[in-house]
C-alpha cells in the first residue's frame, strides 16, 4: 500500500545521497518504494517503543542505500538477467534439494566433492540445513541454532 508520508521520509533520507531515482537507479527506487510499506511495518512491529527506533529505521534505510550503491556490477548485471526473466523462481528452471550437509557427506569440505553429483541430478539451487549445534534439548531439526 502507498503512504505518501513513507514516500517523503524516504525521499527526505535519500536527499542525502547521490541516488539517480529517474535514471540509473530507478529500478532500485521504483524497488524501494514499492515495498516500504512492508519494510516500515515489520520494522515497526519489532521496534516501535524504542527510544531510537525512528533514528534507526532512517539508517536502516540508508544502509539499504549504500549496499545499493556498493554492490559489484556483476551482482548488478544479474539481477538486470532476473528482471527481463519476470518471475523467474516460479519457472521450472530451478531444480531445489536440501540435505544435511554431515548426513550426506560428513562436513563442509566434502560438500565440494559432491557438486558433479548435483549437476548430473539437474540440481541447480542447493539448500543446506543448519550445521550448527542445536541448542540442548530444543532442536528444531537443524534451524536452531546454539551460537
Not at 516501535?48 to 539499504?64: N, W
Not at 556498493?70 to 531444480?95: A, V
Request: glycine content about 8%; charged content about 20%.
Amino acid at each position: 500500500m502507498y503512504r505518501h508520508s513513507l514516500h517523503n521520509k524516504i525521499l527526505a533520507i535519500l536527499s542525502g545521497s547521490n541516488i539517480d531515482i529517474a535514471g540509473k537507479d530507478s529500478t532500485f527506487y521504483t524497488r524501494l518504494v514499492a515495498n516500504a510499506a512492508s519494510i516500515h511495518d515489520l520494522y515497526q512491529e519489532l521496534y516501535r517503543s524504542h527510544p531510537a527506533g525512528e533514528e534507526q529505521y532512517v539508517k536502516l534505510i540508508e544502509t539499504i542505500v549504500k549496499a545499493h550503491q556498493s554492490r559489484p556490477g556483476t551482482l548488478i548485471e544479474k539481477d538486470d538477467e532476473k528482471l527481463e526473466k519476470g518471475h523467474w523462481f516460479l519457472s521450472n528452471t530451478i531444480t531445489g534439494m536440501s540435505l544435511y550437509v554431515d548426513r550426506f557427506c560428513g562436513n563442509l569440505k566434502n560438500l565440494s566433492g559432491k557438486l558433479d553429483y548435483f549437476q548430473e541430478l539437474g540440481v541447480n539451487f542447493l539448500h543446506l540445513m543448519p550445521v550448527f549445534q542445536s541448542p540442548e534439548g530444543q532442536s528444531d531439526g537443524g534451524y536452531a541454532v546454539s551460537d
